[in-house]
């Protein structure tokens, strides 16, 4: 795992799911010979995503007698700075790490090879990272 040289966490939108695995256009995108990779598709993730809201919001019911305050932050997104040789199976193991740690259940890894900038002289600068979005 001695490829991840950086993370940002902040809370997550369900939009970006979708921006995630491409199934959203993207003006980020400039690259589009650079395939993305994607553990699990923007609808396969919200299905999960929804069967374990349901799951933790029936125990929270159960277990205080009050519903979830709509203010409840559920959605984490995790943005990894990456090398050009980091794989999808590292990256699990990184959720893994934030699961075991923190109880966050990874919902969707996706890395984005097609994003970067076209300097002055022509010359292609990939921006390397993965999304890593997380039920908290």
């Known amino acids: ?4 040289a950086s993370v940002h966490l ?20 400039i690259f ?8 699990r598709s923007a609808t396969e993730a919200l299905d999960l995503y929804n069967k374990l809201l349901k799951e933790r919001t029936d125990k929270y019911v159960k277990r205080t007698g009050r519903k979830l305050q709509k203010k409840t932050q559920t959605l984490l ?10 794989t999808l199976s590292d990256l699990e193991k990184l959720a893994n790490k ?12 996706a890395i984005h090879r ?23």
């Open 1 to 4: 795992m001695g490829n991840i």
């Open 10 to 29: 902040e809370q997550g939108h369900l939009g970006e799911l979708f921006h995630n695995d491409r199934s959203k256009p993207t003006k980020n995108s």
């Open 32 to 39: 589009k010979e650079n395939k993305i990779i994607v553990d």
């Open 77 to 86: 997104s995790l943005v990894v700075n990456i090398k050009d040789t980091t």
């Open 98 to 109: 934030f699961e075991e740690k923190f109880g966050a259940t990874p919902l969707q890894i």
């Open 114 to 136: 097609d994003e970067g900038w076209i300097d002055e002289s022509g010359q292609k600068h990939i921006n390397h990272h993965a999304h890593i979005m997380l039920m908290g």
